[in-house]
C-alpha cells in the first residue's frame, strides 16, 4: 500500500461515519418503526390513582409514539383522565366525545401522541343513541404523515350486537373514506369483537389487517383481564394498519401486571404495536 492511500484511509472513515450519521429515517428503515398503544382505561373505577400509577410507570417504559384511548371519563371531581395522563407523559390529548363540551361529566375516546398534530377530526357513529364515535389524529412522524384512526365499538356480544357493530364500522370506513387522502392510516381501539369476527372483514375489505394476527396467526392472546372476566379469554383490542402502506414489526399484548394484590392498570390489557412506513410507492 502506497503512503498516500496509507494517509487517506483514516480521512475516507471519517467521512464515512460523518455520512451515516446524517441520514434522517426514512419510511421503510427499522429505525423508522413508529409505536402506538391502544388501552381501555376502565373510566374511574376500581382504584383509579392506583391504577393509574401502575398505567403510568409502563406507558413512561413504552414510551410510544401514539396511545389510543377508551372509556375515558371526566366529571366534577375528576379531571379528564386522557388530559391528566398526556399532561403527565409530555403528550397531546384529543379527546372525542358525544357529550357537548360545555357538560362537566364527559366520556368517550383518547388519542395522545409526541409529534407534531396537523389535522384532528371526529364523527358520531350509528346508532347515535349508542354513544360510539370515530376520531382522527393525523401526526407528523419525522416529516412523515399518518392518520390515526381510533374508535370503541357496539359492546353486546349476540347477533343485534353484531349489527350494530356491522353499521359502525361502515360508519368508520366512511369516515376515513372522506378524511385519509393519500395519508398511510390505521385503526385503533377497542372493538367489542375477537378477531376473525365476520363484522371485523368491512375492515379487511377496506384495506386493513389486523396487526397481532399478522404477526402471530392463531395466537389466542386475551386483552381482556382474567382477573374481571374469568369466563371470557377474548383479543378484542386490536389495531389494524392500512395494507401495503404500514408495515407491522412487532405485537405484543402491555399492561398486564399487577401491583398490589388485586389492584390492575384496568380490566383490560394493552395492546402495543410497532410498525414501518412502506417505502415510497
Known amino acids: 500500500m502506497s503512503v498516500r492511500l496509507?494517509?487517506?484511509?483514516?480521512?475516507?472513515?471519517?467521512?464515512v461515519i460523518a455520512a451515516c450519521v446524517g441520514v434522517k429515517s426514512r419510511p421503510g428503515n427499522s429505525n423508522a418503526s413508529v409505536g402506538i398503544v391502544t388501552f381501555n382505561l376502565y373510566h374511574?373505577?376500581?382504584?383509579?390513582?392506583?391504577?393509574?400509577?401502575?398505567?403510568?410507570?409502563?406507558?413512561?417504559?413504552?414510551?410510544?409514539?401514539?396511545?389510543?384511548?377508551?372509556?375515558?371519563?371526566?366529571?366534577?371531581?375528576?379531571?379528564?383522565?386522557?388530559?391528566?395522563?398526556?399532561?403527565?407523559l409530555g403528550y397531546t390529548a384529543y379527546f372525542i366525545s358525544i357529550d357537548r363540551a360545555d357538560k362537566i361529566r364527559r366520556y368517550g375516546n383518547a388519542i395522545l401522541t409526541r409529534h407534531p398534530v396537523l389535522v384532528r377530526?371526529?364523527?358520531?357513529?350509528?346508532?347515535?343513541?349508542?354513544?360510539?364515535?370515530?376520531?382522527?389524529?393525523?401526526?407528523d412522524i419525522d416529516g412523515?404523515?399518518?392518520?390515526?384512526y381510533a374508535t370503541h365499538l357496539h359492546h353486546e356480544d349476540n347477533p343485534a350486537g353484531a349489527r350494530k357493530r356491522a353499521e359502525q364500522l361502515t360508519d368508520l370506513l366512511n369516515f376515513i373514506h372522506?378524511?385519509?387522502?393519500?395519508?398511510?392510516?390505521?385503526?385503533?381501539?377497542?372493538?367489542?369483537?375477537?378477531?376473525g369476527r365476520p363484522e371485523l372483514a368491512t375492515l379487511a375489505a377496506g384495506g386493513f389487517d389486523e396487526a397481532f394476527t399478522r404477526l402471530h396467526p392463531g395466537d389466542p392472546s386475551p386483552t381482556l383481564n382474567p382477573?374481571?372476566?374469568?369466563?371470557?379469554?377474548?383479543?378484542i383490542d386490536h389495531v389494524y394498519l392500512q395494507r401495503e402502506r404500514l408495515l407491522p414489526v412487532e405485537a405484543r399484548?402491555?399492561?398486564?401486571?399487577?401491583?398490589?394484590?388485586?389492584?390492575?392498570?384496568?380490566?383490560?390489557?394493552?395492546?402495543?404495536?410497532?410498525?414501518?412506513?412502506?417505502?415510497?410507492?
Open 121 to 139: 377530526d371526529w364523527a358520531p357513529l350509528q346508532p347515535f343513541d349508542d354513544s360510539r364515535t370515530a376520531g382522527l389524529l393525523r401526526i
Open 44 to 88: 374511574d373505577k376500581a382504584d383509579w390513582p392506583a391504577r393509574r400509577a401502575l398505567a403510568m410507570a409502563e406507558l413512561r417504559a413504552l414510551r410510544p409514539d401514539v396511545i389510543v384511548l377508551q372509556e375515558v371519563l371526566q366529571h366534577e371531581t375528576l379531571h379528564n383522565q386522557a388530559e391528566d395522563l398526556a399532561d403527565a
Open 253 to 281: 399484548v402491555v399492561l398486564d401486571h399487577e401491583g398490589a394484590p388485586g389492584t390492575w392498570p384496568s380490566d383490560h390489557f394493552g395492546l402495543y404495536v410497532r410498525f414501518d412506513f412502506a417505502p415510497s410507492r
Open 6 to 15: 496509507r494517509c487517506l484511509l483514516p480521512l475516507l472513515a471519517g467521512l
Open 178 to 195: 372522506r378524511t385519509a387522502g393519500d395519508v398511510p392510516s390505521l385503526v385503533a381501539g377497542d372493538f367489542n369483537v375477537a378477531a
Open 144 to 148: 412523515h404523515p399518518l392518520n390515526v
Open 227 to 235: 382477573h374481571y372476566f374469568p369466563q371470557d379469554a377474548r383479543r
